[in-house]
């Protein structure tokens, strides 16, 4: 009789925490799964006298405790791809960091001052575009950029070379080379 009396006081306690938690939960929202979790509980306080009457209490405490392990090896498993993800980009901003210092240090051979500098990568490290805005050194007077301006290629001769420069080092397409001049 003993252990129908702790197994209804358990089962009042349980409901009487529901509520609770219920009550005090910040958003709406969160009820469902506070309820879901809650009908888990109480389906094995629910089972646990029928269970231990035939001798398999143990048993489904086993089984529980098993999936337990394997619920936080999930979990173990989504938080190491999560980190593994944010350290590819970790090293994909960093590698385009250091992919813009060196396209800013070939814009200063060709005479030229990178202003900006940006570089987009795929996720396989490849370069997908150059963007950059430049603007010409104190040593180049207006003159000689307006006389360089009258080529045949409608482009400044240093950054023409400096594009066929970057297309060359970097194996790309004139389309993903952008040059502003300032």
Request: hydrophobic share 40%; glycine share 2%.
């Given at each position: ?16 925490l ?40 143990e ?31 970790i090293y ?32 396989d ?5 150059i963007?950059m ?14 006389a ?35």
């Amino acid at each position: 009789m003993s252990y129908i009396y702790t197994w209804v006081k358990n089962l009042v306690c349980f409901y009487l925490l529901l509520t609770v938690v219920l009550h005090l939960l910040p958003q709406k929202s969160y009820q469902k799964y506070v309820r879901f979790f809650a009908g888990m509980l109480l389906t094995i306080l629910v089972v646990s006298p029928v269970l231990s009457l035939m001798g398999s209490e143990e048993a489904l405490r086993t089984k529980i405790s098993q999936a337990e392990i394997f619920q936080d090896l999930d979990n173990i498993k989504l938080d190491t791809e999560h980190l593994e993800m944010a350290q590819k980009e970790i090293y994909l901003r960093e590698y385009e960091n250091a992919l813009e210092m060196d396209v800013g240090r070939i814009v200063e051979q060709k005479q030229l001052v990178p202003k900006e500098v940006r570089v987009r990568l795929s996720k396989d490290y490849e370069v997908e575009s150059i963007e950059m805005t430049v603007a010409f050194g104190e040593d180049d007077s207006m003159f000689m950029q307006k006389a360089f301006y009258e080529n045949d290629s409608t482009e400044y001769p240093k950054v023409y070379e400096l594009k066929q420069n970057l297309m060359e080092y970097y194996r790309l397409d004139e389309s993903q080379i952008s040059i502003a001049i300032v």
